[in-house]
């Protein structure tokens, strides 16, 4: 045996960059209907078919400038960003199970550490299709997220098989997963219903029922409270730019993902600190 130095944070992270680069594909073909999965990708322009060599995630972008290599059609920023920010997550989320930079080889994963970590791969990789669906069409998709409330529901039945509790509790996985994404899409129905659609879409309402049933309750109350919160500041900073107005349409799904995913790597913490300096207890 020899030593590889590089740890799996890193091979993560190369995994999600190619996870990422699927993603800026899916969320081209989603919009035009095309094949996702087999067809092979090519310039929106001149229709090239694109070459595996440019097809490398971050790297093509750089080496190419950019730029479509046959017409020199300008390449979206997105590409590259939703395969940085993919690998970040993988890593990240590597990262928590691997338990941090020193993970050695000798440390063994159970059958339930990796199903958990599937899992967190999963999430990660919709919600980050989600963001970029939104912000570039204003529209969640479906293709993304009934499978994904499927596949969670699924994940927190397996939770609650595994935990002490019974069914009739908010604590248990199932329960406090199906209550708070109750909670989250009735409140966004609500405020369809007030502002007869002007504030939010139909697809909040179901990526607010994702979220809940990823999250559970209570802590789709800490998601809500962070998408609203970064959605006022980047929403006030946009206007403070000029690139919006009052009146502009800001799609709220990139809010709600950044609320999901802050919880879901943080709430530990968050908790931590709210229990020592609010004394909050929940
Ligand atoms: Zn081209």
């Known amino acids: 045996m020899f030593h590889v130095p590089c740890s799996m944070v890193s091979i993560f992270f190369l995994i999600g960059l190619i996870v990422g680069s699927f993603l800026g594909a ?3 073909r989603l919009k035009t209907a095309e094949d996702i999965v087999w067809k092979r990708s090519h310039c929106p322009k001149c229709k090239e078919k694109i070459k595996w060599y440019d097809n490398v995630p971050l790297l093509s972008f750089v080496i190419l400038w950019g730029q479509c290599r046959e017409c020199k059609e300008k390449i979206s920023w997105k590409y590259p960003a939703i395969e940085f920010l993919t690998g970040f997550l993988f890593a990240a989320v590597a990262f928590k199970f691997l338990g941090g930079w020193g993970f050695s080889p000798e440390r063994i994963l159970t059958g339930g550490d ?8 999963f999430t990660v990789s919709y919600l980050i299709l989600i963001f970029f669906h939104d912000l570039d069409f204003m529209l969640i998709p479906d293709a993304a997220v009934y499978p994904a409330i499927v596949i969670t529901f699924v994940y ?7 935990g002490p509790l019974g069914i009739a509790t908010l604590k248990a996985p199932v329960t ?7 909670v989250a899409a009735l409140f966004f129905f609500f405020l369809i219903w007030v502002s007869g659609g002007k ?3 139909g697809g909040d309402v179901k990526l607010g029922f994702l979220a809940g049933a990823v999250v559970g309750w209570p802590k789709i109350l800490l998601v809500l409270f962070f998408a609203y919160m970064i959605g006022a500041i980047v929403s006030l900073f ?9 009146k502009s349409q800001i799609p709220f799904g990139p809010f ?8 879901m790597f943080f709430s530990g913490h968050i908790q931590f600190w709210a229990n020592r ?3 909050m207890g929940y």
Do not use: D, H, P, R
């Open 277 to 279: 300096y609010l004394n």
């Open 156 to 162: 927190q039945y397996w939770k609650y098989l595994q």
């Open 176 to 182: 406090g997963a199906l209550f708070a994404a109750l």
């Open 256 to 263: 709600l993902v950044s609320g999901i995913l802050i919880v």
């Open 114 to 121: 990796m199903i958990e970590m599937s899992f967190w791969l």
């Open 199 to 201: 504030w939010i879409g």
């Open 238 to 246: 946009l206007i403070a730019m000029k690139k919006k107005t009052w």
């Open 26 to 28: 899916v969320n081209y």
